[in-house]
């Protein structure tokens, strides 16, 4: 109980890493100008789940949600929202200062598809932007390109081979 | 012959574009099922419907010469319409067909072949004194050759697929040592799109507009062209959004490039509706790129500014009727604006994104025409194109276009995949795009940002999780609800909602 009275501020972190706090309690309107607009949540037949908000429907969906992350789909551009309460906003900074930077870049298929041609082999070094494989999906081939500059520790993905999302392809050693 | 019962060799919304043009002339369609889409809206449109589900092929039917002509033949279908896409400018197919004694609604197989070939087609064009970017004169062989080439003409370079179109096989090349793995990339692309590895390189030009004009011809030798089509908006070489007619174009230019987009399919004896593509640089150079011989997605920008449908045309001169439409007839009036809303995620690259529509809803105020075989419960599969519909917007002029189509673009209503709604409400926004002083490279140069959101916006989904969180609280005490929730604890939810 006393814990939940300390709490004055509530911290979002959205997927562009963009930091909001609000103070709380936390009420469903949003001030545009000099008016406030009050956000619902209704579903119906015809529209499924939507936002009243500004006299206007907007599509919304839930895509996951993991602990305290969410992933929501508002207005066709989805946003990843964390959670954090003050507490554990600091937690998480003391955690990540004691954590070492990540060494190896795993790069996973962005979409299904099919693998064409892999340009690069295991120990191969690459710079980031490099095409490294070419993935067919939906008649479009798409360069899979580094993320980062580094040097090749596994190939994973095979010519011809079908993959789905996620699967991983590439491991790249970060330099 | 007159054309009475027509194939379909095609499907989606360019299948129900067809048949809603048959209906009123009064030809029969037939469509072909397959188990990839076996309950595809384009099915429920056909008035006869051939069930290929229980072919196993590693080829889409739609892709299956022998197999479509058979489906002709043994549904008593006297012509096909290809569509766009899949067989529409295989010249084979087209020679097939009238070896069969069955109507192709496009050109003549020759045609095909010439403007298909774009090392020909460049050829005839050079031969006709069409203005042209410098490039390598035919098909270059290997790496070695096309530095040498690429030395004499300047980088940057495009190294393009002789056989190819709609952007595959296709690399830019600013440096010579970019030159090997691009080289291969293009190569191998064309093979596997086109199975020809062919490739020729040509000047690049930076940053141009990309112009076509859309051409009818009739078997009598007639040709006219129908005003211009703008579609600078695309991505690798995909259009995105497409207007007519272009704010690049007076009437002065706009007269000097349609005669000769009209001597090009004159140069082929052209006959059906095309289109002749052109590059359009900064200081109004134009340059010939490729002639197209089939009906093009866009296609409805044109039918809106002209008032002429251009899938009658098609079916009226397979039939061998005189074009009755003289070039003095074309007046182009108004504006018109398609946006291709696919399946693709803007916040991902438009990386695809196929599933199941779960609904969709389109506007439908008389400036709107949408074109689609997508409705609530189709799916998006991945071995098609990823398009949803197409939505085209009018005005009376570029300004009120724009406007409308702003509003049109507030009142789709897709759920189930991502779409490119969000990149098109950037789009119409955007100062660039407003003063048409945009060229080719305006996604590039937008540097990932393809999709805009307010700070209120991301508000509002932010309080839309925690509405819905709640929600699902009081109606469900497990997480049930929560198809992908594997971590979530109910416990942990609770606490974390009583402390909002």
């Known amino acids: 109980m006393n814990d939940k009275l300390r709490i004055k501020k509530l911290y979002t972190l959205s997927s562009e890493n963009r930091k909001f706090s609000f103070p709380l309690p936390l009420k469903n309107k949003i001030r545009i100008g000099k008016r406030d607009y009050i956000v619902q949540l209704k579903a119906d037949e015809k529209y499924g789940m939507y936002i009243l908000w500004k006299n206007r429907k907007y599509p919304v969906e839930i895509v996951r949600s993991r602990q305290n992350k969410y992933e929501i789909l508002f207005n066709d551009i989805s946003y990843i929202f964390t959670v954090e309460t003050p507490f554990s906003m600091k937690r998480m900074k003391v955690l990540s200062t004691g954590k070492g930077k990540t060494e190896k870049e795993s790069l996973k298929a962005p979409m299904p598809g099919k693998i064409i041609d892999i340009l690069v082999r295991e120990g191969s070094n690459v710079l980031r932007g490099e095409p490294l494989l070419i993935l067919e999906a939906m008649k479009m081939q798409n360069e899979i390109q580094s993320p980062v500059n580094g040097q090749i520790i596994r190939v994973l993905a095979k010519p011809d081979s079908n993959v789905m999302k996620d699967d991983l392809l590439i491991e790249i050693k970060v330099e | ?500």
């Open chain 2, 1 to 500: 012959m007159k054309i009475n019962k027509m194939l379909i060799a095609n499907r989606g919304e360019i299948a129900i574009r067809i048949m809603k043009t048959a209906r009123r002339m009064k030809i029969r369609t037939v469509a072909v099922k397959t188990a990839v889409e076996p309950n595809a809206m384009y099915l429920s449109l056909a008035d006869e419907v051939f069930d290929n589900t229980e072919e196993v092929s590693e080829i889409p039917v739609f892709l299956d010469i022998e197999k479509l002509i058979s489906i002709a033949l043994k549904t008593g279908a006297n012509a096909v319409h290809p569509g766009y896409g899949f067989l529409a400018e295989n010249a084979y197919f087209a020679q097939k067909c009238l070896d069969n004694e069955i109507i192709f609604i496009g050109p003549s197989p020759d045609a095909i072949y010439k403007m298909g070939n774009k090392t020909i087609a460049r050829k005839l064009a050079l031969k006709n004194g069409i203005p042209m970017a410098m490039g390598s004169n035919g098909n270059v062989p290997n790496e070695e050759e096309a530095v040498k080439i690429a030395e004499k003409i300047g980088y940057p370079v495009i190294i393009k697929a002789a056989s190819g179109g709609g952007g595959r096989g296709m690399r830019i090349v600013r440096k010579s040592d970019e030159m090997d793995k691009m080289f291969i990339i293009a190569s191998k692309e064309a093979e596997k799109a086109f199975n020809d590895p062919s490739v020729f390189i040509e000047k690049y030009i930076e940053n141009p507009k990309h112009i076509e004009f859309q051409i009818l011809g009739d078997t009598k030798g007639n040709v006219i062209h129908l005003g211009e089509r703008e579609c600078s908006i695309q991505r690798k070489h995909q259009k995105l959004l497409e207007e007519s007619p272009s704010c690049a174009l007076d009437s002065g230019l706009r007269k000097t490039m349609g005669k000769i987009a009209v001597q090009i399919a004159k140069a082929v004896n052209y006959f059906s509706a095309g289109t002749v593509e052109f590059l359009l640089d900064s200081e109004k150079n134009f340059y010939f790129m490729e002639m197209n011989t089939r009906i093009q997605v866009e296609h409805p920008v044109t039918e809106i500014v002209t008032g002429i449908d251009l899938i009658e045309q098609q079916i009226r001169i397979a039939n061998g009727e005189e074009l009755k439409i003289k070039q003095k007839d074309i007046k182009l009036k108004g504006w018109a604006i398609e946006c291709r809303i696919n399946a693709e995620d803007v916040q991902a690259g438009f990386a695809p994104d196929p599933g199941k529509i779960e609904r969709l809803s389109m506007p439908s105020e008389n400036y709107v025409r949408v074109d689609t075989g997508i409705q609530s419960g189709s799916s998006i599969v991945s071995s098609y194109d990823s398009m949803i519909a197409k939505l085209i917007v009018s005005g009376r002029d570029r300004k009120e276009a724009i406007k409308n189509c702003k509003l049109a673009l507030d009142k789709v209503w897709i759920k189930g995949t991502k779409t490119t709604l969000p990149f098109f409400r950037l789009l119409v926004r955007n100062q660039k795009f407003q003063d048409g002083t945009f060229t080719t490279a305006f996604i590039e140069d937008l540097d990932k940002y393809y999709y805009n959101s307010e700070y209120e916006e991301m508000l509002a989904a932010w309080l839309a999780t925690k509405l819905f969180v709640e929600e699902n609280l009081q109606e469900h005490s497990t997480n049930a609800s929560f198809e992908n929730s594997v971590d979530m604890s109910p416990w942990l939810l609770n606490k974390r909602i009583n402390q909002f």
